[in-house]
């Protein structure tokens, strides 16, 4: 059985970072694919950014490869399909059956392409679950992957922003941060020219706490519809009936 660690280590540009320190049964290939998700922190913009490498570490030693072969595919589809209306993919499932390992696996698979930014909620960790830490986290993820993005988060009006995260404002900082600059950029073209989607992750929606998870799904609800339609978000969560009545889709895959 393979063993892990957590260390702290410095990537050369002043960013210290916690990673995973796996044992020799884990090989470089995989240390490599998980040091490529670090997020290094803008100058130019003021959004702090949670590091999840060692997230995506535990959970993609877990993946078994060859397995989930179907959920993938048609995780893959929508991706590669962005002209149907579905902006949004939820999976859902009981406790155990692999959610999160499945969202790391499409993290693994997409980073370099059409994913542009990821969370992971963690009932550990009731800090980063707030609305306004997973905006901003998600949005910091983004700047520094899609160029687009961070010139039109340039323009937004930080006093704007700054009262709307002191007021925990989260459907106005939501709008600031995603909704307006979204709307304001073209839509992203593949090599050939073709419309390409772009998306992000949330996983484990349902490790958020109650109050947290109200106005999330608020967002959800109210903010989302207002995204262009070359966004899109894959989210999971277990069949929590807050989320199956909260949320104005039906479930993409059940597993």
């Known amino acids: 059985m393979s063993t892990s660690s957590e260390n702290e ?5 002043g960013l210290n970072v916690v990673v995973e320190t796996l044992d020799s049964n884990t090989s470089r290939e995989h240390n490599e694919r998980v040091l490529s998700l670090l997020v290094a922190n803008n100058p130019r913009i003021h959004l702090h950014t949670t590091n999840f490498t060692a997230v995506f570490a535990r959970l993609l030693e877990r993946y078994l490869p ?10 893959s589809d929508w991706i ?15 406790a ?9 696996k499409v993290l693994d698979l997409h980073h370099d392409n059409s994913l542009i930014g990821w969370h992971f909620c963690r009932h550990s960790s009731p800090l980063e679950n707030s ?17 687009e993005y961070e010139r039109a ?6 006093k704007a922003l700054e009262k709307a995260k002191a007021e925990e404002d989260s459907l106005e900082f939501y709008r600031l941060l995603f909704t ?3 709307n304001n950029m073209e839509p992203p073209k593949d090599k050939d020219g073709k419309f390409c989607r772009k998306f992000i992750i949330i996983d484990a929606l349902d490790e958020i706490d109650d109050k947290h998870l109200d106005t999330f799904l608020r967002i959800a609800r109210e903010c989302f519809p207002d995204s262009p339609s070359w966004f899109g978000f894959f989210m999971t969560s277990r069949r929590y009936d807050k989320i199956l009545r909260s949320l104005s889709v039906k479930v993409s895959l059940l597993l």
Do not use: C, Y
């Open 9 to 13: 280590t410095s990537t050369g540009d």
């Open 66 to 75: 060859g397995t989930r072969l179907a959920p993938l595919k048609q995780i």
């Open 80 to 94: 590669n399909h962005p002209q149907t209306d579905q902006t949004i993919f939820w999976l859902t499932g009981d």
């Open 96 to 104: 155990g059956t692999g959610k999160s390992i499945i969202s790391a």
């Open 131 to 147: 609305s306004i830490a997973i905006i901003e986290s998600v949005s910091g993820i983004m700047a520094s992957r899609l160029p």
């Open 153 to 158: 988060i340039l323009d937004v009006d930080q």
């Open 180 to 182: 307006k600059p979204l």
